[in-house]
Protein backbone atom coordinates (compact mmCIF):
# COMPACT_ATOMS: atom_id res chain seq x y z
CA UNK A 1 0.00 0.00 0.00
CA UNK A 2 1.90 3.40 -1.03
CA UNK A 3 1.29 6.11 1.40
CA UNK A 4 1.87 9.68 0.82
CA UNK A 5 3.38 12.30 2.45
CA UNK A 6 2.94 16.03 1.82
CA UNK A 7 5.10 18.53 2.84
CA UNK A 8 5.28 21.23 4.55
CA UNK A 9 2.08 20.73 6.20
CA UNK A 10 1.01 24.60 5.94
CA UNK A 11 2.70 27.08 3.57
CA UNK A 12 1.98 30.78 4.34
CA UNK A 13 3.14 33.28 1.53
CA UNK A 14 1.91 36.76 0.01
CA UNK A 15 0.21 36.81 -3.51
CA UNK A 16 3.15 36.98 -5.70
CA UNK A 17 5.26 34.62 -4.09
CA UNK A 18 6.71 31.19 -5.39
CA UNK A 19 4.89 28.24 -3.98
CA UNK A 20 6.72 24.69 -3.88
CA UNK A 21 4.68 21.39 -2.70
CA UNK A 22 5.67 18.18 -1.78
CA UNK A 23 4.37 14.93 -2.23
CA UNK A 24 6.58 11.70 -1.30
CA UNK A 25 5.78 8.32 -1.68
CA UNK A 26 6.68 5.30 0.82
CA UNK A 27 7.67 3.47 -2.37
CA UNK A 28 9.04 4.22 -6.03
CA UNK A 29 5.90 4.91 -8.14
CA UNK A 30 4.65 5.47 -11.68
CA UNK A 31 5.03 9.20 -12.90
CA UNK A 32 1.58 8.43 -14.99
CA UNK A 33 -0.21 7.29 -11.88
CA UNK A 34 0.28 10.82 -9.79
CA UNK A 35 -1.86 13.46 -9.72
CA UNK A 36 -2.34 16.88 -7.71
CA UNK A 37 -5.76 18.45 -6.76
CA UNK A 38 -6.98 21.63 -5.20
CA UNK A 39 -9.76 22.28 -2.66
CA UNK A 40 -11.26 25.34 -1.37
CA UNK A 41 -13.98 25.51 1.34
CA UNK A 42 -17.02 24.25 0.70
CA UNK A 43 -15.86 22.92 -2.39
CA UNK A 44 -15.10 19.20 -4.54
CA UNK A 45 -11.42 19.23 -4.75
CA UNK A 46 -10.23 20.30 -8.62
CA UNK A 47 -7.68 18.43 -10.64
CA UNK A 48 -4.96 20.23 -11.64
CA UNK A 49 -2.34 17.90 -12.76
CA UNK A 50 -2.12 14.50 -13.97
CA UNK A 51 0.84 11.76 -14.84
CA UNK A 52 2.58 14.57 -12.28
CA UNK A 53 3.44 16.72 -14.99
CA UNK A 54 0.33 17.44 -17.26
CA UNK A 55 -1.59 20.40 -16.72
CA UNK A 56 -5.60 19.42 -16.52
CA UNK A 57 -7.78 21.60 -18.56
CA UNK A 58 -8.31 25.07 -18.33
CA UNK A 59 -5.56 24.81 -15.32
CA UNK A 60 -3.34 28.22 -15.95
CA UNK A 61 0.44 27.64 -16.59
CA UNK A 62 1.80 29.14 -13.39
CA UNK A 63 0.97 25.69 -12.15
CA UNK A 64 3.56 22.95 -12.65
CA UNK A 65 4.38 19.37 -11.78
CA UNK A 66 7.48 17.68 -11.66
CA UNK A 67 9.29 14.70 -10.06
CA UNK A 68 9.87 10.81 -10.29
CA UNK A 69 10.52 7.70 -7.61
CA UNK A 70 9.51 9.06 -4.36
CA UNK A 71 9.39 12.76 -4.87
CA UNK A 72 7.03 14.59 -6.66
CA UNK A 73 6.45 18.73 -6.49
CA UNK A 74 3.94 21.00 -7.08
CA UNK A 75 5.23 24.28 -8.10
CA UNK A 76 2.92 27.66 -8.75
CA UNK A 77 5.39 30.33 -9.94
CA UNK A 78 3.36 33.36 -8.88
CA UNK A 79 0.50 33.11 -6.27
CA UNK A 80 -2.52 34.57 -7.45
CA UNK A 81 -5.68 35.28 -4.41
CA UNK A 82 -7.35 32.71 -5.76
CA UNK A 83 -4.93 30.37 -5.32
CA UNK A 84 -4.97 29.97 -1.57
CA UNK A 85 -6.07 26.64 -1.13
CA UNK A 86 -5.62 22.87 -0.19
CA UNK A 87 -3.54 20.81 -2.41
CA UNK A 88 -3.79 17.05 -2.59
CA UNK A 89 -1.35 14.47 -3.92
CA UNK A 90 -3.06 11.49 -5.42
CA UNK A 91 -1.54 8.07 -6.72
CA UNK A 92 -3.45 4.79 -8.06
CA UNK A 93 -2.62 1.49 -8.80
CA UNK A 94 -4.96 -1.69 -10.23
CA UNK A 95 -7.22 -1.30 -7.21
CA UNK A 96 -6.58 1.40 -4.94
CA UNK A 97 -6.14 5.43 -4.51
CA UNK A 98 -4.54 7.02 -2.03
CA UNK A 99 -4.41 10.63 -0.87
CA UNK A 100 -1.48 12.80 0.75
CA UNK A 101 -3.11 14.48 3.73
CA UNK A 102 -3.05 17.72 2.12
CA UNK A 103 -0.80 21.12 2.08
CA UNK A 104 -2.68 24.49 3.00
CA UNK A 105 -1.49 27.56 1.38
CA UNK A 106 -2.60 30.31 3.31
CA UNK A 107 -1.97 34.10 3.08
CA UNK A 108 1.10 35.30 4.96
CA UNK B 1 -22.06 19.18 -19.74
CA UNK B 2 -20.51 16.81 -17.36
CA UNK B 3 -23.00 16.76 -14.14
CA UNK B 4 -22.95 14.47 -11.40
CA UNK B 5 -24.86 14.97 -8.43
CA UNK B 6 -25.16 13.57 -5.10
CA UNK B 7 -28.15 12.68 -2.53
CA UNK B 8 -28.95 10.01 0.55
CA UNK B 9 -26.50 11.83 2.76
CA UNK B 10 -28.16 11.77 6.23
CA UNK B 11 -28.29 11.48 10.19
CA UNK B 12 -27.86 8.05 11.10
CA UNK B 13 -27.15 6.14 14.48
CA UNK B 14 -24.08 3.99 14.86
CA UNK B 15 -25.06 0.56 13.62
CA UNK B 16 -26.96 1.86 11.21
CA UNK B 17 -27.45 2.10 7.18
CA UNK B 18 -27.68 4.71 4.42
CA UNK B 19 -27.46 4.65 0.46
CA UNK B 20 -26.43 6.98 -1.54
CA UNK B 21 -26.98 7.76 -4.79
CA UNK B 22 -25.03 9.44 -7.39
CA UNK B 23 -26.98 10.92 -10.61
CA UNK B 24 -24.62 11.17 -13.48
CA UNK B 25 -25.41 13.04 -16.88
CA UNK B 26 -23.52 14.78 -19.78
CA UNK B 27 -21.84 11.55 -20.87
CA UNK B 28 -21.71 7.80 -21.84
CA UNK B 29 -22.56 6.44 -17.92
CA UNK B 30 -21.30 2.69 -18.98
CA UNK B 31 -17.87 3.75 -20.66
CA UNK B 32 -16.58 4.97 -17.48
CA UNK B 33 -15.71 4.17 -13.89
CA UNK B 34 -16.69 5.76 -10.71
CA UNK B 35 -15.36 6.43 -7.82
CA UNK B 36 -16.75 7.48 -4.35
CA UNK B 37 -14.11 9.63 -1.98
CA UNK B 38 -15.27 10.76 1.39
CA UNK B 39 -14.19 14.11 3.78
CA UNK B 40 -13.94 14.06 7.43
CA UNK B 41 -14.91 17.47 8.96
CA UNK B 42 -11.43 19.17 8.53
CA UNK B 43 -9.90 16.62 7.44
CA UNK B 44 -8.70 15.41 3.93
CA UNK B 45 -9.67 13.54 1.08
CA UNK B 46 -10.18 9.58 1.46
CA UNK B 47 -10.75 7.17 -1.18
CA UNK B 48 -14.00 4.85 -0.35
CA UNK B 49 -14.46 2.90 -3.44
CA UNK B 50 -14.60 2.24 -7.23
CA UNK B 51 -16.84 0.28 -10.17
CA UNK B 52 -15.89 -0.56 -13.19
CA UNK B 53 -17.95 0.81 -16.03
CA UNK B 54 -19.50 -2.41 -16.50
CA UNK B 55 -19.68 -2.95 -12.96
CA UNK B 56 -17.94 -6.01 -12.62
CA UNK B 57 -15.22 -5.19 -10.87
CA UNK B 58 -15.26 -3.29 -7.70
CA UNK B 59 -12.90 -1.95 -5.19
CA UNK B 60 -12.60 -0.74 -1.50
CA UNK B 61 -10.39 0.70 1.02
CA UNK B 62 -10.29 -1.71 3.54
CA UNK B 63 -11.96 0.27 6.56
CA UNK B 64 -15.18 -0.28 4.42
CA UNK B 65 -14.73 -3.70 2.93
CA UNK B 66 -17.57 -5.99 4.74
CA UNK B 67 -19.79 -3.15 4.99
CA UNK B 68 -20.26 -0.79 2.00
CA UNK B 69 -21.19 -2.01 -1.40
CA UNK B 70 -21.12 -0.05 -4.28
CA UNK B 71 -22.95 -0.71 -7.41
CA UNK B 72 -24.11 1.07 -10.81
CA UNK B 73 -27.35 1.01 -12.89
CA UNK B 74 -26.38 2.04 -15.91
CA UNK B 75 -29.91 2.23 -17.39
CA UNK B 76 -30.74 4.59 -14.78
CA UNK B 77 -27.46 6.41 -15.29
CA UNK B 78 -26.94 6.14 -11.50
CA UNK B 79 -23.96 5.00 -8.69
CA UNK B 80 -24.85 3.85 -5.47
CA UNK B 81 -22.99 3.34 -2.48
CA UNK B 82 -24.89 1.33 -0.01
CA UNK B 83 -23.59 1.58 3.65
CA UNK B 84 -24.36 -0.82 6.55
CA UNK B 85 -22.82 -1.08 9.80
CA UNK B 86 -22.03 2.67 10.21
CA UNK B 87 -19.93 4.31 12.60
CA UNK B 88 -18.97 7.23 14.31
CA UNK B 89 -15.54 7.71 11.83
CA UNK B 90 -17.77 7.13 8.48
CA UNK B 91 -18.86 10.65 9.12
CA UNK B 92 -18.05 12.98 6.26
CA UNK B 93 -19.31 14.06 2.90
CA UNK B 94 -19.19 11.82 0.55
CA UNK B 95 -18.30 12.78 -3.13
CA UNK B 96 -18.99 10.41 -6.26
CA UNK B 97 -16.15 11.37 -9.12
CA UNK B 98 -15.83 10.07 -12.73
CA UNK B 99 -12.80 8.52 -13.55
CA UNK B 100 -11.10 10.13 -16.32
CA UNK B 101 -10.60 7.32 -18.53
CA UNK B 102 -10.81 3.76 -17.93
CA UNK B 103 -7.62 2.61 -15.94
CA UNK B 104 -6.78 5.92 -15.22
CA UNK B 105 -7.89 6.94 -11.56
CA UNK B 106 -7.51 10.72 -11.63
CA UNK B 107 -11.13 12.45 -11.26
CA UNK B 108 -12.18 15.63 -13.29
CA UNK B 109 -15.71 15.71 -12.86
CA UNK B 110 -16.70 15.73 -9.15
CA UNK B 111 -19.94 15.92 -7.34
CA UNK B 112 -20.95 18.61 -4.71
CA UNK B 113 -20.77 16.19 -1.69
CA UNK B 114 -23.34 14.59 0.17
CA UNK B 115 -22.66 14.71 4.22
CA UNK B 116 -23.31 11.55 6.29
CA UNK B 117 -23.53 12.11 10.17
CA UNK B 118 -23.38 9.03 11.83
CA UNK B 119 -24.35 9.87 16.15
CA UNK B 120 -26.51 8.64 18.69
Known amino acids: EIVLTQSPGTLSLSPGERATLSCRAS???????LGWYQQKPGQAPRLLIY???SRATGIPDSFSGSGSGTDFTLTISRLEPEDFAVYYC?????????FGGGTKVEIK | EVQLVESGGDLVQPGGSLRLSCGAS????????MTWVRQAPGKGLEWVSAISGSGGYTYYVDSVKGRFTISRDNSKNTLYLQMNSLRAEDTAVYYC?????????????WGQGTLVTVSS
Open chain 1, 51 to 53: GAS
Open chain 2, 97 to 109: AKNVATGIAFYHY
Open chain 1, 90 to 98: QHFDSASVA
Open chain 1, 27 to 33: QSVSSSS
Open chain 2, 26 to 33: GFTFNNYA
